[in-house]
């Protein structure tokens, strides 16, 4: 059974379509280490797994780390992006359903979309702000406003500064 758990060797350029394929190895690597009994396996014990399970030129960017968690959080960063709360948000409000896309397809690729975006509880102000701002960017005529605010990280991007770099850029 440990040998169908063993994950395939981690050999994927960084770049745009990395993250998914990086979680989904490393979820894989997780439940087989999950799976050993000897306590040998401790940190040290992962990091040498760690390594005989990535390419040479994966191997190249954690060669230096000394933890299995120095590994895979530069590993983390090699593969996963910051997100961008705003372009995320706005993305998910502005899909619209494709011809000949099933309304589950369409449900499902709105679910997908939506876990790029960052909810967190807010109160209802707060909420109303944020929609404000997300049908200000979306309904905004410039094209080229709207792709200057949506660069905006979502800690600068509250409806008021939108709003006056929206002004300034007119």
Sequence with gaps: MEGLLKPTLLDIEPGVASENRWRHWKKTFD????????????????????????????????SSDTTFAQATATLEKLFVKPRNELYARHQ????????????????????????????????????????????FIRGLASGDIRQRLL??????????ALTNKARTLR
Aim: glycine letters at 2%; a negative charge.
């Design 151 to 160: 660069e905006e990280t979502a800690e600068s991007a509250t409806l008021d």
């Design 31 to 62: 439940n087989f280490t999950s799976h050993f009994t000897d306590p040998a396996l401790n940190d040290e014990g992962k990091l040498k797994a760690l390594t005989n399970c990535v390419s040479s030129s994966i191997y190249a960017y954690i």
């Design 92 to 135: 998910l409000s502005s899909r619209n359903q494709k011809d000949g896309e099933t309304i589950d397809q369409f449900l499902n690729s709105l679910e997908i979309l939506a876990k790029e975006c960052t909810f967190t509880a807010v109160d209802e102000a707060s909420y109303r702000k944020e929609a404000i701002r997300d049908s």
